[in-house]
Structure formats: structure tokens, C-alpha cells
T-cell receptor, first 109, second 114 residues
Framework: KNEVEQSPQNLTAQEGEFITINCSYS?????LHWLQQHPGGGIVSLFM???GKKKHGRLIATINIQEKHSSLHITASHPRDSAVYIC???????????FGQGTELSVKP | KAGVTQTPRYLIKTRGQQVTLSCSPI?????VSWYQQTPGQGLQFLFE???????NKGNFPGRFSGRQFSNSRSEMNVSTLELGDSALYLC?????????????FGPGTRLTVL
């Protein structure tokens, strides 16, 4: 069993739909990262959160430390949101990130 | 402020050769981590450097090595290349090494081993 698990692995949505990607982890962490990777490889850090909720534009990330679960929501999805979304948990001793398998999102116009 | 830069962006090598990849962190960042991404294994941690010291190392063979210079720039080296080393190699920098620090990723170096 992976220490960080995401669901779903693939997701196809119509433009405008509300999207949720889930991340569950078994390791003890102090914060969780949500990353976005577009075709071509570049990774962008979307959020790093240790409690509650963070919002940036149409993206919302929530985390429940007790339940070891985080969600990434995209409101009013757009084709440019098509990418792979990855959650990652840093180990308490520092630096090292453990990654989920990624969720490949395709938003159709 | 300039982002994380990696050179070269693309590299083609043959089996048995060695390769050196370079990563320049964001100015002021002292922690650099390296990751390998392959279609089969996804993203995997290689190693992390902070103030020229390796703090953590992932489960990779000794053919994979790295170092960090006094200006925080980092290099990783892979010797005796194998076909399975073909991957996207990403580095990420952060201000300090603590796990709660946001990491900023470079564009990656795509290595193809023939």
C-alpha cells in the first residue's frame, strides 16, 4: 500500500464542472503539498497546507489532519486546467517528499 | 526573482556513459532536492542537500550521486547509465530544509538513455 494515495487516477470533465481530487496518506506529516504538472513536465506548486482550507482563484484545497485526508477542488473548470495533479507529503525529518500517483485531469470544452 | 533553473533541459546518452545535471536554486534558498520521474514509478525522491550536506537519500543505487556547492547550486551525477535511467529529473529548492517549507520546482532535465 502506497503511503500517499490519490483518487481518481483519471478524470474527464466538461468545461464548467466542479472537480474534486482526493488524497489520503498514512505517514505522519506536518503539511501537504498539491502540485500541478502540465504536459512537458514542469511542476508548479499550487498549495502547501497544514490545516483547514486554502483558496487561490478557482482552486480550493482542504486538509483534515486527524483523518489524514486532503482534497483539491476546482470550481468552474476550464480546458486549461487539464493537467496532472499530484499530492505530496513531506516526511517529518525534512526535505523528502512522498508523492501520490497523480490524477490526470482532462477538461473538455 | 528568477525561478529554479536546470541545465541541460534535454540530454541523450548511451548505456555505460555518465551524466551530470545541474540545478540552480532560487536566490537565497539553501535546500535543494532531486527527484526522478518515470512513467512506471512516478515521482521518486533521490536526495536532498542543505548547506552543502546531504540530509536525506532515497532508495537509489550508488551510481546516483550528488553534491551542493557553497552558492547552493547542486549537481547530480549518474554513472554507468542504464536504459532504465531514462527519466525526467527534477530539482526543487526551498528556503530551509524543514518539511513545512514550500518547494519550488525547476523545469526538469529529460534524460534519454539509448
Amino acid at each position: 500500500k502506497n503511503e500517499v494515495e490519490q483518487s481518481p487516477q483519471n478524470l474527464t470533465a466538461q468545461e464548467g464542472e466542479f472537480i474534486t481530487i482526493n488524497c489520503s496518506y498514512s505517514v505522519g506529516i506536518s503539511a501537504l503539498h498539491w502540485l500541478q504538472q502540465h504536459p512537458g513536465g514542469g511542476i508548479v506548486s499550487l498549495f502547501m497546507l497544514s490545516s483547514g482550507k486554502k483558496k487561490h482563484g478557482r482552486l480550493i484545497a482542504t486538509i483534515n489532519i486527524q483523518e489524514k485526508h486532503s482534497s483539491l477542488h476546482i470550481t468552474a473548470s476550464h480546458p486549461r486546467d487539464s493537467a496532472v495533479y499530484i499530492c505530496a507529503a513531506p516526511l517529518p525529518q525534512g526535505g523528502k517528499l512522498i508523492f501520490g500517483q497523480g490524477t490526470e485531469l482532462s477538461v473538455k470544452p | 526573482k528568477a525561478g529554479v533553473t536546470q541545465t541541460p533541459r534535454y540530454l541523450i546518452k548511451t548505456r555505460g556513459q555518465q551524466v551530470t545535471l545541474s540545478c540552480s536554486p532560487i536566490s537565497g534558498h539553501r535546500s535543494v532536492s532531486w527527484y526522478q520521474q518515470t512513467p512506471g514509478q512516478g515521482l521518486q525522491f533521490l536526495f536532498e542537500y542543505f548547506s552543502e550536506t546531504q540530509r536525506n537519500k532515497g532508495n537509489f543505487p550508488g551510481r546516483f550521486s550528488g553534491r551542493q556547492f557553497s552558492n547552493s547550486r547542486s549537481e547530480m551525477n549518474v554513472s554507468t547509465l542504464e536504459l532504465g535511467d531514462s527519466a525526467l529529473y527534477l530539482c526543487a529548492s526551498s528556503l530551509v530544509a524543514e518539511s513545512y517549507n514550500e518547494q519550488f520546482f525547476g523545469p526538469g532535465t529529460r534524460l534519454t538513455v539509448l
